[in-house]
């Protein structure tokens, strides 16, 4: 069975502030894709990263970076210079590459940037 | 190219009414999921549709939630009999085929309201 935890339920800093999201996965499959969605306020899915597990070089995207760690079974997501834009609840998933596909998602952590 | 459509945005229902919702996947994508997410909780899978074939209903509700993908026209998420746990905001996503690694692109959500 497939399982991803976002222990961090709120997380709440000041402006400019970095602040890391984390996100452990469990999974059997021996190939998977890893991903993170942003859900403003307003309610929509955004989609941020998709990683392979073939892959794990970091990536960093402007003030987005992450973090993957297989050994730990980690894909760990870190906001640079935050931002009240940035306020919005992240929620980790993981997919097998094969099969139904279906996404497995963490329960999100909260995450309010305050000025 | 239009993204996911899902209508209507925002549904309310009474007890023991019926709920339909609809999702309109992107041009050209073929497979169909549906998830439900729970008030401050996580989006959880419910069920993955190709055209006129449900492939997996593993997290569908075993009574009064239905699901279908006609050869011609939106998906259709139908609840029968709402109660108040049925309130949630659901999720539509759709992806073009069966070649791994095609991405899920996510429509903006229904929330229903059962009174």
């Known amino acids: 069975a497939q399982k991803v935890t976002q222990a961090q339920t709120e997380i709440s800093v000041v402006e400019k502030e970095d602040v890391t999201l984390d996100c452990v996965y469990e999974?059997?499959?021996?190939?998977?894709?890893l991903f993170w969605y942003k859900q403003p306020p307003s309610g929509e899915l955004v989609f941020l990263i998709r990683r392979n597990s073939f892959d794990e070089q970091n990536e960093i995207s402007g003030r987005y970076s992450w973090n993957f760690q297989k050994s730990t079974s980690s894909f760990n997501f870190t906001i640079t210079a935050s931002q009240v834009v940035d306020s919005a609840v992240y929620f980790c998933?993981?997919?097998?590459?094969?099969?139904?596909?279906?996404?497995?998602f963490g329960q999100g952590t909260r995450l309010t940037i305050n000025p | 190219n239009a993204g996911v459509m899902q209508n209507p945005r925002h549904l309310v229902r009474r007890r023991g009414q019926e709920a339909r919702l609809r999702c309109s996947p992107m041009?050209?994508?073929?497979?169909v999921y549906w998830y439900r997410q729970l008030p401050e909780e996580g989006l959880k899978f419910m069920v993955y549709?190709?055209?006129?074939?449900?492939?997996?209903e593993s997290g569908m509700p075993k009574e009064r939630f239905s699901a279908e993908f006609p050869k011609e026209g939106p998906s259709i998420l139908r609840i029968q009999q709402v109660v108040r746990g049925d309130s949630a905001a659901y999720f539509c996503a759709s992806r073009r085929g069966a070649v791994e690694g095609n991405e899920q692109f996510f429509g903006p959500g229904t929330r229903l309201t059962v009174l």
């Open positions: 999974t059997r499959d021996t190939t998977y894709y």
């Open positions: 998933a993981l997919t097998a590459i094969q099969g139904a596909q279906k996404l497995v």
């Open positions: 041009k050209g994508h073929s497979h």
């Open positions: 549709l190709q055209k006129e074939n449900i492939i997996d």
